[in-house]
């Protein structure tokens, strides 16, 4: 049995999985790793587990004739991107709503490859089950490829375009009658605790020294603020009265972690 259009964007996918995890290990991971051994360093096993067995999927999609005529292995293969999908379904929604997010581009390829995937190993394993032997594809098939593939790349665009745009020193809304300085290290702000007057309007500049993204939000004041890896970011902060205002990152997990403060409002 031949390779059917099906098996090809299969093991296309994989590949693509794959590339994507060194991608994530060489830039994202294996930095962070020498900063942070103990946070960063856990990742790593789990990290290059994965690379594993997607470089073993996508290595007997391509080369392992045998394949062709075992209609379950089709969807054997899908388990490690689907568990690897699942394990990363909390921070699904924020990238995906943050082109500026450093993980976007990320997250995107790895939703859109995990779809493609999961829809070329049913066919698959429709068309052995079946006894296919057709080394073409359909038009409906193609069409389908194509239209995932564009949206992909206009995705991936997008967020390399918005991530340029948050790089900037960011917008100050009111001139500032005092100014402070918070740092983001190591998933923690490191100094979360901050005091104003009423009357004020605080000029805040958040550093980000690690080599992923995080967020700046007050919720209160409708406060939302990219601040992208290795970058600082200035903005003005004007109460509404007193009290205590609360800033955090949105990231999931980056709050729990230590990334939340407050302002108290005298």
């Known amino acids: 049995m031949t390779r059917t259009f099906a098996m090809k964007v299969y093991a296309a996918s994989y590949w693509l999985l794959a590339a994507l995890f060194v991608y994530v290990l060489v830039i994202l991971i294996l930095p962070q790793v020498a900063e942070h051994p103990d946070e960063v360093g856990a990742f790593l096993p789990v990290i290059v587990g994965f690379l594993a067995l997607f470089v073993i999927g996508a290595a007997i999609a391509t080369?392992?004739?045998?394949?062709?005529?075992?209609?379950?292995?089709?969807?054997?293969?899908?388990?490690?991107?689907?568990?690897f999908l699942l394990m990363n379904a909390p921070f699904i929604p924020y990238s995906l709503t943050h082109p500026a997010d450093e993980g976007f581009t990320s997250i995107v390829t790895l939703v859109v490859a995990t779809i493609v995937l999961v829809?070329?190993?049913?066919?698959?394993?429709?068309?052995?089950?079946?006894?296919?032997?057709?080394?073409?594809a359909g038009g409906r098939q193609v069409l389908a490829v194509a239209i995932v593939t564009g949206v992909t790349i206009g995705a991936i665009a997008t967020g390399i375009l918005a991530g340029r745009a948050a790089g900037?020193?960011?917008?100050?809304?009111?001139a500032?009658?005092?100014?402070?300085?918070?740092?983001?290290e190591g998933t923690k702000y490191l100094t979360p605790t901050y005091s104003i007057g009423?009357?004020?309007?605080?000029?805040?500049?958040?550093?980000?020294?690690?080599?992923f993204g995080h967020s700046f939000?007050?919720?209160a004041l409708n406060i939302h603020v990219q601040v992208p890896a290795n970058s600082t970011v200035a903005l003005s902060i004007k109460p509404t009265g007193a009290g205590s205002l609360e800033f955090y990152c949105a990231i999931p997990g980056h709050r729990a972690a230590g990334m939340a403060g407050t302002i108290d409002v005298r």
């Open 217 to 219: 939000d007050i919720d």
């Open 168 to 174: 900037g020193s960011g917008a100050v809304a009111a």
């Open 176 to 184: 500032p009658t005092t100014a402070a300085t918070l740092v983001a």
């Open 119 to 136: 829809w070329a190993g049913v066919m698959a394993f429709r068309e052995v089950r079946a006894g296919a032997s057709v080394e073409g």
């Open 63 to 83: 080369f392992w004739r045998a394949a062709r005529r075992r209609a379950w292995l089709w969807l054997v293969l899908l388990i490690p991107p689907v568990l």
């Open 198 to 211: 009423s009357s004020d309007v605080m000029g805040m500049f958040v550093e980000n020294r690690d080599s």
